[in-house]
T-cell receptor, first 120, second 114 residues
Framework: ETGVTQSPTHLIKTRGQQVTLRCSSQ?????VSWYQQALGQGPQFIFQYYREEENGRGNFPPRFSGLQFPNYSSELNVNALELDDSALYLC???????????????????FGEGSRLTVL | AQSVTQLGSHVSVSEGALVLLRCNYSSSVPPYLFWYVQYPNQGLQLLLK??????LVKGINGFEAEFKKSETSFHLTKPSAHMSDAAEYFCAVRYNFGNEKLTFGTGTRLTIIP
């Protein structure tokens, strides 16, 4: 089975520009999460998409937006780039299952290798 | 707010020595806990996870971790370090069971001394 793939791997933008990052989820996974990892820090949760709808959002401003497509791939869009947006952006896919009580049970997250964004 | 704290941003051990990476969590409800490893220029790989079953969890590459509720800890250990263990290690916690949001610690960089 194919793993999580992200593109581009590296990109450089200038302040005020917009960027789109792409993620193809692992085969059979219907949930995609995005994380921002600044240099020397742990990843920070941006948001998650499940069945094409946002399902949870971290402490990020509205200029961070996303999409999930019917094939479960996803995009992360960042508008009006700021210098502090420079980071490694990680995508992770998973396939939650239904628990005994009927609620969703998390599946293991499989991470891609990330897109490294530099904002000048 | 729920969080994890990793004590020691850098840990160095000799090859063959015990590896101990510390993680403490804050929570008012039982959490799910995870350890991930990140090699240079790569994404995160799951080492092991605690999901309220056995308190001693065994993972890949000879790593294990013990959930201690009384100490709110989930420390990662490996009896004998190998050069290939050099990497960044992240402890993470999940509380919101409506989604897969993970809250990560700041990471511990493990260096292996030959």
């Amino acid at each position: 089975e194919t793993g999580v793939t992200q593109s581009p791997t590296h990109l450089i933008k200038t302040r005020g520009q917009q960027v789109t990052l792409r993620c193809s989820s692992q085969s059979g996974h219907n949930t995609v999460s995005w994380y921002q990892q600044a240099l020397g820090q742990g990843p920070q949760f941006i948001f998650q998409y499940y069945r094409e709808e946002e399902n949870g959002r971290g402490n990020f401003p509205p200029r961070f937006s996303g999409l999930q497509f019917p094939n479960y791939s996803s995009e992360l869009n960042v508008n009006a780039l700021e210098l502090d947006d420079s980071a490694l952006y990680l995508c992770a896919s998973s396939r939650p299952t239904m628990g005994l009580a009927g609620g969703r049970v998390t599946g293991e997250l499989f991470f891609g290798e990330g897109s490294r964004l530099t904002v000048l | 707010a729920q969080s994890v704290t990793q004590l020691g941003s850098h840990v160095s051990v000799s090859e063959g020595a015990l590896v101990l990476l510390r993680c403490n969590y804050s929570s008012s409800v039982p959490p799910y806990l995870f350890w991930y490893v990140q090699y240079p220029n790569q994404g995160l790989q799951l080492l092991l996870k605690y999901t309220s079953a056995a308190t001693l969890v065994k993972g890949i590459n000879g790593f294990e971790a013990e959930f201690k509720k009384s100490e709110t800890s989930f420390h990662l250990t490996k009896p004998s370090a190998h050069m290939s263990d050099a990497a960044e290690y992240f402890c993470a916690v999940r509380y919101n069971f409506g989604n897969e949001k993970l809250t990560f610690g700041t990471g511990t960089r493990l260096t292996i001394i030959p």
